[in-house]
């Protein structure tokens, strides 16, 4: 039987979908499937693709004349290609010109610029999903917006993150004490220092918290172009925030948390929501996007922007023990019922086998 050939298509590389690919890649070579991803350069630093099984071509992230020549070159030898956001979507079509290669986008994220940008980023949803034989959207409304955007078969496809390997049950000595946060509540926040990820609305939670006693210390680890910022905003106010940059020990920092929280304008299925609900680390997220159907009722939800609304869900939490016991048990009973990294890779599977049996 011939080797089934896929090539997976990065774009920008959001931490969630290159993790997502991580893992597919490694499901998929597990089941004698010779997988190849297309990335930027500095993704398979991070992600280490070929230790998963995969070949790694390094494509720049646009703009690159070369890097499309290799781009087109890996999917010409593919039997099906899946790409992963709508960047990505456009480009594999774009290399997939004149090929009868089938091409799988998943939409994992959304745009929400305006303006000139906006109107952009909704010309190329509009074309990857007209592109792709099957889109795959990780929760619903990104179903229905690829449906809306003219997709010919879209279907829901959660995607499963990698089990975390430790819980918060046993942090490490003093791990509080090093944080800062030896006598007093430590809340988290975990995610790029973008536009849209609410770490405005946060630091003024922040300093809504400064009335209470002790005073919560709020720490954000992640890396992105509002550092600055954050950081003029966090010294003027002499607020209880550090920035702690990246960081790639998430499950120990969720150990010694007392709240996690995410405050972004939109997700999908966020990272930071995944692994505090496996650890049974209580959740503060706001209602948008995927954020509801992933959590159900193991999560205080809130509107987006709301900062009284964020500040006194996490003050509720922070003075009442059974509450975050009793969301931390629900936390870990939700997360039982999410697909595993084997049942993701295995509805993957199913796709490819029915667009290559057409």
Excluded: K
């Amino acid at each position: 039987m011939t080797q089934l050939r896929t090539v997976q298509v990065l774009g920008g590389g959001s931490a969630g979908s290159s993790a997502h690919v991580r893992s597919l890649a490694a499901g998929l070579v597990a089941r004698g499937v010779r997988v190849t991803v297309c990335a930027p350069a500095e993704l398979e630093h991070i992600y280490d693709f070929p230790a998963a099984g995969a070949d790694f071509t390094p494509v720049a992230r646009r703009g690159d004349p070369a890097g499309f020549g290799a781009l087109r070159s890996a999917c010409a030898g593919a039997d099906l290609v899946h790409a992963h956001g709508p960047h990505a979507g456009v480009r594999a079509a774009l290399a997939l010109s004149g090929l009868r290669i089938p091409l799988v986008v998943t939409w994992h994220t959304r745009g929400h610029d305006d303006g000139p940008r906006g109107r952009l980023l909704r010309l190329l949803e509009r074309r990857a999903a007209r592109a792709a034989a099957v889109v795959l959207g990780t929760c619903s409304e990104l179903v229905d917006r690829a449906r809306g955007h003219g997709a010919r078969d879209a279907r829901l496809a959660p995607v499963a993150m990698p089990a975390p390997q430790a819980g918060p049950d046993a942090p490490a000595p003093g791990a509080r004490t090093a944080l800062g946060a030896a006598d007093r509540p430590l809340v988290l926040a975990v995610g790029g220092l973008d536009p849209g990820r609410g770490y405005g609305t946060l630091l003024d939670a922040a300093e809504w918290w400064r009335q209470l006693d002790p005073v919560p210390l709020v720490l954000i680890a992640g890396e992105g172009p509002e550092r600055s910022a954050l950081e003029r905003r966090i010294a003027s106010g002499g607020l209880p925030v550090r920035l702690l940059g990246r960081r790639d020990d998430v499950s120990a920092l969720l150990g010694a948390a007392d709240v996690a929280v995410l405050p972004s304008r939109w997700e999908s299925r966020s990272p930071l929501a995944q692994e505090a609900l496996r650890l049974g680390v209580p959740l503060v997220a706001t209602a948008v996007g995927g954020v509801p159907e992933l959590v159900g009722e193991a999560a205080e939800l809130v509107p987006y922007g709301n900062v009284e609304a964020l500040a006194r869900a996490v003050a509720g939490l922070l003075g009442d023990g059974e509450r975050r016991a009793e969301l931390a048990r629900a936390g870990r009973a939700q997360a039982a019922r999410w697909p595993t990294e084997d049942e993701t890779v295995a509805q993957v599977l199913s796709v490819y086998d029915e667009l290559l049996s057409r």
